[in-house]
């Protein structure tokens, strides 16, 4: 089973518009991760997020974390066609115990 | 490059065969993880491996085993292979558990 769910399924967007997706997930846990898949490559680790956190940033990436909500978001700005991609939540620790799950990711394309 | 060695990258297999996928971890790392990834199944969590010993599992099938050996690479077998096992098999390695995943390129598994 999947902890974790994203939303939207898929993503299509223009080259420079920001790209925002969400991740649900069911029980506490101990961190939320991110990962990149580009087509049938191995997943990339993008940010890791931990449950005392509530906002994050690497370069054009923004994370937030609402536990209270069981919920984060990746927000990708001035997006790029190369960030075309499966982009994956991931949570672990919690009641999920050791198990990092991924959940069914979005697809994002970025039209150039 | 990952740092995670996969091999093979492809395998073709008849329906009730058995097979031995290989995984070489980033150097250091002492946690290695398997999952399999299909369309209809999304990343499912296999099972994973810290310094030798087994830490968590996930729905990994009874016909599938894996061990990781003192010098860390892991090797994850399949057997009485059926159809629907055909997938992507990726292994992963962290220096941390359930932290900042670095995942090889994957075996594409075809059992014909």
């Known amino acids: 089973s999947q902890q974790g769910e994203e939303d939207p399924q898929a993503l299509s967007i223009q080259e420079g518009e920001n790209a925002t997706m969400n991740c649900s997930y069911k029980?506490?846990?101990?961190?939320l991760q991110w990962y990149r898949q580009n087509s049938g490559r191995g997943l990339v680790h993008l940010i890791l997020?931990?449950?005392?956190?509530r906002e994050k940033h690497s370069g054009r990436l923004r994370v937030t974390l609402d536990t209270s909500k069981k919920s984060s978001s990746l927000l990708i700005t001035a997006s790029r066609a190369a960030d075309t991609a499966s982009y994956f939540c991931a949570t672990a620790g919690g009641a999920a115990g050791n198990k990092l799950t991924f959940g069914g990711g979005t697809r994002v394309l970025v039209k150039p | 490059d990952s740092g995670v060695t996969q091999t093979p990258k492809h395998l073709i297999t008849a329906t009730g065969q058995r097979v031995t996928l290989r995984c070489s971890p980033r150097?250091?790392?002492?946690?290695v993880y398997w999952y399999q990834q299909s369309l209809d199944q999304g990343l499912q969590f296999l099972i994973q491996?810290?310094?030798?010993?087994?830490?968590a599992k996930g729905n990994i099938l009874e016909r599938f085993s894996a061990q990781q050996f003192p010098d860390l690479h892991s090797e994850l077998n399949l057997s009485s292979l059926e159809l629907g096992d055909s997938a992507l098999y990726f292994c992963?390695?962290?220096?941390?558990?359930?932290?900042?995943?670095?995942f090889g390129s994957g075996t594409q598994l075809s059992v014909l």
């Open positions: 029980t506490s846990i101990n961190n």
């Open positions: 992963a390695s962290s220096r941390l558990s359930n932290e900042k995943l670095f």
């Open positions: 491996y810290y310094n030798g010993e087994e830490r």
């Open positions: 997020i931990r449950s005392n956190e």
């Open positions: 150097s250091g790392d002492l946690s």
